[in-house]
């Protein structure tokens, strides 16, 4: 169906922070499937596990004990501060059963209103709730009317504490770096407080680490950063190196509100999906990969602010680790389209911020090789701009 806008590109396969085309052509990766291939394109260690686990099991269901999913479950316990795990298949679905359990908290503690807020620029989702808890018009436009229970209120804005303050919510739910809404970070005092406002008034605190999970902005987990303890995570995307599983994490407190046939999914951690993702977190929490993270990151973000000083029509670099936007005068899709040429992936986030998103397994050289290609992508948009 006509749901994409499609690039000119046919991609055949990948390896590492490449892909080749159709034609045999070699492209540098920098959108990592959106965030999804943290590992790079068929990372060997989870491709061996993958080829195992086809030749003994797919796919039961849930209404049987999974030794993967069990060892995966216990794996992301114990890297975190979440006490239980709920297995799915993307980051929609991750979200969705986070509404879900926030509204059933609300039912089983008999709140009056289950609500949650939500913040402006956010993306939480395509399905319809995930949609009604989205942020943004553009999301909602053309499937009116929306599930009700959310209110969405100014990101990094200290009025919208006070309005939480007098709401008194059943949950926030918010990024602590908006990707899709133009890769904007959320400030450190503003959480801090956000955090205390609601312990204080027992308010479940709901963090989208969706696409800033799995080591993408130097932890394993954003929140880490931020030294809160959230009630409930959602995770998807880096999970399974490319591999579809998405998963909500909760305190066991609030993981209780979930009775047996709340909820449920068919192919929600299936062998396959649990044997990706037990792999890939165990690479990715290793303490020698996020320091290589941390290193590979900084020397991008090094590299970048220098074009800064070159290139007057980026305004500002923002992100974090290896989620990094570019706020431009100008349309951000012309600098994706030009790239292309150039044989280099990159991503847009909104209008004017153009995205990057490389692999977290990339090297200097492919560092190098980035500069190299995305200097002359901007050399050539600051021409035609000023034909």
């Known amino acids: 169906m006509n749901t994409y806008s499609r690039l000119p590109l046919s991609i055949q396969k990948g390896k590492g922070a490449y892909v080749w085309s159709d034609k045999n052509e070699a492209y540098l990766d920098f959108t990592s499937g959106i965030a999804t291939c943290n590992l790079g394109h068929c990372p060997p260690e989870v491709q061996k596990a993958l080829e195992q686990q086809l030749s003994n099991l797919w796919h039961t269901s849930n209404l049987y004990h999974l030794p993967k999913q069990e060892e995966l479950a216990r794996l992301l ?10 297995f799915c298949n993307s980051g929609a679905e991750a979200n969705e059963a986070a509404i879900k359990l926030v509204r059933a908290f609300a039912n089983n503690n008999h709140k009056k209103h289950a609500s949650i807020v939500t913040f402006q ?18 999301i909602k436009s053309g499937f009116e009317p929306m599930p009700e229970g959310f209110i969405h209120l100014p990101y990094n804005d200290y009025q919208s504490l006070q309005t ?36 204080e008034k027992e308010i479940l ?5 969706v696409q800033t999970g799995m080591g993408r902005t130097g932890s394993l987990f954003l929140y880490e950063q931020y030294n809160v303890e959230p009630d409930i995570m959602t995770l998807a995307k880096g999970l399974g190196s490319g591999f579809p599983i998405g998963a909500m994490l909760a305190k066991e407190e609030v993981a209780a509100a979930f009775k047996s046939g709340m909820h449920g999914s068919t192919f929600g951690g299936n062998p396959l999906a649990c044997t990706a993702g037990i792999e890939t977190l165990n690479i990715i929490s290793e303490e020698s990969f996020l320091k290589n993270v941390a290193e590979q990151s900084q020397l991008l973000h090094t590299e970048l602010e220098s074009l800064l000083d070159d290139f007057s029509f980026i305004k500002e670099k923002r992100g ?8 431009i005068n100008g349309n951000a899709i012309d600098i994706v389209k030009m790239a292309l040429e150039e044989k280099l992936l990159l991503l847009s986030a909104g209008p004017n911020v153009v995205r990057l998103l490389p692999p977290l397994t990339i090297t200097q050289e492919d560092v190098v090789t980035f500069v190299q290609k995305f200097t002359k992508v901007l050399q050539q948009y600051m021409e035609v701009e000023h034909e």
């Open 77 to 86: 316990v114990e890297k975190s501060c979440f006490d239980q795990v709920f």
């Open 121 to 138: 620029q956010s993306f939480h989702g395509r399905t319809l709730a995930t949609v009604a808890a989205t942020g943004q018009e553009k």
């Open 164 to 199: 939480i303050r007098e709401l008194e919510p059943t949950a926030v739910m918010l990024e602590l770096l908006q990707g899709e809404g133009g890769v904007v970070r959320a400030d450190p005092d503003w959480v801090k407080e956000l955090s205390s406002t609601c312990k």
């Open 205 to 209: 605190l709901v963090v989208d680490e």
């Open 320 to 327: 974090k680790g290896m989620l990094i936007g570019l706020e």
